[in-house]
């Protein structure tokens, strides 16, 4: 009886050790404790954002993937502002003209992360151009805000890591949200919508989780640079 116990003990033991070795390290460690990250989903109720041949808009894409992301960032011990959690913008209700709603819901947006507690903002967008062939996530930054560069590289260096994308961060210092938010920041542009293979894939669920994951990673490794100089 004795030697039955002990070799349940010891199973119970093994496979507690494993568990432990094997789960993911949110489980038991909070690498981002105590930091304050805002994360702006791009476009959002009267706008659409790029919408690919078929059908499927900007908004929704960037929406899912924000709140992958934040619920990675929270379970590593972040508090996340999210600048939006359903689809709307931020203008005042009852505006008129959709030229004046998007100028005003900017203002919102940036005012939002400005004015609040946040030490990062992390934006994100989907592209569109003429080309059809264009594809590939893409991180851009604006070099007149401090560390900015640093978090761009970061999370682009995730991106190829993690999906394979082989591109180069760039520097925007006319983005507006980026310029009037005041602190460190990334604009993420996730994919391309008016590329219908890439369009297909920034609908699927397992492909947003990839995006957030990358996007997550750079920002644990962003703080932990920041952190060390």
């Given at each position: 009886?004795?030697?039955?116990f002990?070799?349940?003990?010891?199973?119970?033991?093994?496979?507690?050790?494993?568990?432990f070795?094997?789960?993911?390290?949110?489980?038991?460690?909070?690498?981002?404790?105590?930091?304050?990250?805002?994360?702006?989903?791009?476009?959002?109720?009267?706008?659409?954002?790029?919408?690919?041949?078929?059908?499927?808009?900007?908004?929704e894409?960037?929406?899912?993937?924000?709140?992958?992301?934040?619920?990675?960032l929270?379970?590593?011990?972040?508090h996340?502002?999210?600048?939006?959690d359903?689809?709307?913008?931020?203008?005042?209700?009852?505006?008129?003209?959709?030229?004046?709603?998007?100028?005003?819901?900017?203002?919102?947006?940036a005012?939002?992360?400005?004015?609040?507690?946040?030490?990062?903002?992390?934006?994100l967008?989907?592209?569109?151009?003429?080309?059809?062939?264009?594809?590939?996530?893409l991180?851009l930054y604006n070099?007149?805000?401090?560390?900015?560069?640093?978090?761009?590289?970061?999370?682009q260096?995730?991106?190829?890591?993690?999906?394979?994308?082989?591109?180069n961060?760039?520097?925007r210092?006319?983005?507006?949200?980026?310029?009037?938010?005041?602190?460190?920041?990334?604009?993420?542009?996730?994919?391309?919508?008016s590329n219908?293979?890439?369009?297909?894939?920034?609908?699927?669920?397992?492909?947003?989780?990839?995006?957030?994951l990358?996007?997550?990673?750079?920002?644990?490794?962003?703080?932990?640079?920041?952190?060390?100089?």
């Amino acid at each position: 009886m004795t030697v039955v116990f002990f070799l349940i003990g010891a199973i119970g033991l093994y496979t507690g050790l494993t568990q432990f070795l094997t789960q993911p390290i949110l489980s038991w460690t909070l690498p981002l404790k105590g930091e304050v990250i805002a994360i702006d989903a791009g476009h959002g109720g009267v706008d659409p954002g790029a919408v690919a041949d078929d059908g499927s808009v900007e908004k929704e894409v960037t929406l899912k993937v924000a709140e992958k992301l934040r619920d990675m960032l929270t379970q590593a011990g972040a508090h996340v502002v999210m600048i939006r959690d359903d689809d709307r913008d931020l203008a005042p209700e009852g505006m008129k003209g959709y030229s004046r709603r998007k100028s005003q819901d900017l203002k919102e947006r940036a005012r939002i992360v400005r004015e609040g507690e946040s030490g990062l903002l992390i934006s994100l967008h989907c592209n569109a151009v003429t080309d059809d062939t264009a594809t590939g996530a893409l991180t851009l930054y604006n070099g007149e805000r401090e560390n900015s560069k640093v978090l761009a590289t970061e999370i682009q260096e995730a991106l190829r890591e993690t999906l394979g994308v082989y591109r180069n961060v760039q520097r925007r210092d006319d983005l507006y949200l980026l310029k009037r938010a005041e602190k460190p920041g990334a604009l993420v542009e996730l994919g391309f919508m008016s590329n219908p293979g890439e369009a297909a894939q920034l609908r699927e669920d397992n492909y947003q989780e990839l995006l957030a994951l990358s996007i997550y990673k750079g920002v644990v490794t962003y703080y932990a640079h920041v952190k060390q100089t």
